[in-house]
T-cell receptor, first 115, second 113 residues
């Protein structure tokens, strides 16, 4: 149980375009999902908390107009990187909070490369 | 906000030896402390966790200890195997803060056969 999927696993895009990443909890409902960013050989940095049916809460320094988050259902949250630039290239990982255990389960990540 | 520090950043051990990773946290209200293992390019996987009402927890070769007074917790891996080689992250959170995890910087563990 507690499986989280993420799509796509890899994406390469041109500078200035937008990219949408989906995060799904497959066998449980998640009222809260989290989005992280991880640069090579570094730790996970929380970008935002996504709550079903309400606006996302962004961490300090994260531009909410650049990283759009939508949590439209109890099993799906999306992150859209708008007007992507090479410095946005990173490994983006979502997690879903399994309410029955208060434990976060992570998706497999999306490697974004902006040319 | 919460700050989690993790040491060492790299750890090399001989197969069969034990590995210990230590973390300290700053927010005395934190009450949940998970440990994740991440292999290169893969998702972090929960290997063990502990809550603040428990001082120690063990699962086969893995154990975690928590000292609330000193605000530190440790991961112990016994009888290490080459497949234990990975990056390990500690984290801390508290329910009142929406269960947001603050991660340590990670420890790269290499188990030499």
């Amino acid at each position: 149980g507690a499986v989280v999927s993420q799509h796509p696993s890899r994406v390469i895009c041109k500078s200035g375009t937008s990219v949408k990443i989906e995060c799904r909890s497959l066998d449980f409902q998640a009222t809260t999902m989290f989005w992280y960013r991880q640069f090579p050989k570094q730790s996970l940095m929380l970008m935002a908390t996504s709550n079903e049916g309400s606006k996302a809460t962004y961490e300090q320094g994260v531009e909410k107009d650049k990283f759009l988050i939508n949590h439209a259902s109890l099993t799906l949250s999306t992150l859209t990187v708008t007007s992507a630039h090479p410095e946005d290239s990173s490994f983006y990982i979502c997690s879903a909070l399994a309410g029955f255990t208060d434990t976060q389960y992570f998706g497999p990540g999306t490697r974004l490369t902006v040319l | 906000g919460e700050n989690v520090e993790q040491h060492p950043s790299t750890l090399s051990v001989q197969e069969g030896d034990s590995a210990v990773i230590k973390c300290t946290y700053s927010d005395s209200a934190s009450n949940y402390f998970p440990w994740y293992k991440q292999e290169l390019g893969k998702r972090p996987q929960l290997i063990i966790d502990i809550r603040s009402n428990v001082g120690e927890k063990k699962d086969q070769r893995i154990a975690v200890t928590l000292n609330k007074t000193a605000k530190h917790f440790s991961l112990h891996i016994t009888e290490t195997q080459p497949e234990d080689s990975a990056v390990y992250f500690c984290a801390a959170s508290r329910q009142a803060a929406g269960n947001k995890l603050t991660f340590g910087g990670g420890t790269r563990v290499l188990v030499k056969p």
